[in-house]
């Protein structure tokens, strides 16, 4: 029995099946290498001779990515999961919500070349590259994004710096992003009482009180009790007024 593909590749095939392309379909040769890049799929067939294939899928732009980018980061539990090497399901609708589609989902998206003679589209060739891709997809989510030009490192980086410079959660929270205090993040200011800081006010329990909880010194100096000896020392160095 057939596993079941997990949602990614089985997503693509429906976007690649709405675009004309059917899958599975009878592939012809081998599929010697595969190359995912930014809008563009290469690779190399190897049958009666070796031919060369290429997929073209529109690729975003800077502009377009910085708002998925931002989107995604918005969304702490689709970070977690970005992080972990997952692509977790909403992340499709988050393409949506800025009006980008994860998957193809028109043909002018998509062009197809291939260096055989032959005139179907796409050919035998081709089938077989895309039925390559789909297994590259499967074992990696993050292909789909590599194709719309956001490869697996390059978005985490990016994430993680999102993550590192964001504003506030909470609307009415108007404290500054870390990274702009991290200059002065582990700096204490003046110590309270110099340098014109205002004074800590002191406790209300007496200077001494420790002294009244320590148990009987087994020592006495001159016949007087250690910690008689000692409250005038505790009271001077608090400001306090003796007895």
């Not at 057939?2 to 690649?16: E, G, N, Q, S, V």
């Not at 193809?104 to 050919?123: F, G, K, M, N, Y």
């Not at 110590?191 to 406790?203: F, M, T």
């Not at 008689?228 to 001077?236: D, G, I, N």
Request: proline fraction near 9%; include cysteine.
């Amino acid at each position: 029995m057939t596993d079941p593909l997990p949602w990614w590749p089985a997503r693509f095939i429906r976007a690649l099946t709405a675009i004309g392309v059917l899958l599975p379909a009878q592939g012809q040769g081998r599929v010697v290498s595969l190359a995912v890049g930014a809008g563009r799929v290469e690779a190399e067939v190897q049958d009666s001779r070796q031919y060369q294939v290429r997929i073209g899928l529109t690729a975003f732009g800077k502009t377009d990515w910085a708002a998925i980018t931002h989107a995604l980061a918005a969304k702490a539990s689709t970070t977690v999961l970005l992080l972990r090497g997952e692509l977790p399901r909403d992340v499709e609708e988050t393409f949506k919500a800025v009006r980008l589609p994860l998957f193809p989902s028109s043909a002018r998206e998509v062009s197809l070349d291939c260096t055989c003679p032959s005139a179907e589209v796409p050919c035998g060739h081709l089938n077989a590259v895309f039925s390559a891709l789909v297994a590259r997809v499967g074992d990696d989510p993050f292909t789909v994004l590599a194709l719309r030009g956001r490869n697996r490192e390059t978005l985490l980086e990016e994430l993680k710096n999102r993550l590192m410079s964001a504003g506030p959660l909470d609307p009415g929270d108007r404290s500054p992003a870390l990274t702009e205090v991290m200059d002065t993040f582990f700096d204490s200011g003046a110590a309270p009482g110099l340098g014109g800081a205002a004074p800590l006010h002191r406790p209300r329990t007496p200077s001494d009180a420790l002294l009244d909880q320590a148990p009987p010194f087994p020592i006495t100096v001159g016949g007087e009790d250690v910690a008689e000896l000692l409250r005038p020392v505790y009271q001077a160095l608090a400001g306090e007024d003796g007895p």
